[in-house]
């Protein structure tokens, strides 16, 4: 079993910069990928970026492209969302993913373990 859990959420200005971050811990050998994914209120949850275990390979949805960042540290079972140009519109509950698997998947059915979702907020 792998626990994830996420950290980092808040409240910033639009325009602004947060990181998250997201710890595995448990059975963290069979961890491979591992990607954030986003939902507001009423709408469905999304993908927002993907990391292989080595790093070599990343995903991002659409509409964060060229404003987040996702990295990892495998020796600390850790990965990052650096975000910032925040809008608005990214104001969302942000769950961290993991799945045993090393292709970054799109598709929240492809992970196996979730986190809580830690809370992200942008004012306008």
């Known amino acids: 079993q792998v626990q994830v859990l996420e950290s980092g959420g808040g409240l910033v200005q639009a325009g602004g910069s947060l990181r998250l971050s997201c710890s595995a811990s448990?059975?963290?050998?069979?961890?491979?990928?591992m990607a954030w994914f986003r939902q507001a209120p009423g709408r469905e949850r999304d993908f927002v970026a993907g990391?292989?275990?080595?790093?070599?390979?990343?995903d991002y949805g659409d509409s964060v492209k060229g404003r987040f960042t996702i990295s990892r540290e495998n020796d600390k079972n850790t990965i990052y969302l650096q975000m910032d140009g925040l809008k608005p519109e990214d104001t969302a509950v942000y769950y961290c993913?993991?799945?045993?698997?090393?292709?970054?998947?799109?598709?929240?059915?492809?992970?196996?373990?979730w986190g809580q979702g830690t809370q992200v907020t942008v004012s306008s």
């Open positions: 990391i292989s275990w080595s790093g070599r390979n990343t």
């Open positions: 993913a993991a799945t045993q698997f090393g292709t970054v998947f799109r598709q929240a059915t492809e992970y196996d373990w």
């Open positions: 448990g059975r963290t050998t069979s961890t491979h990928t």
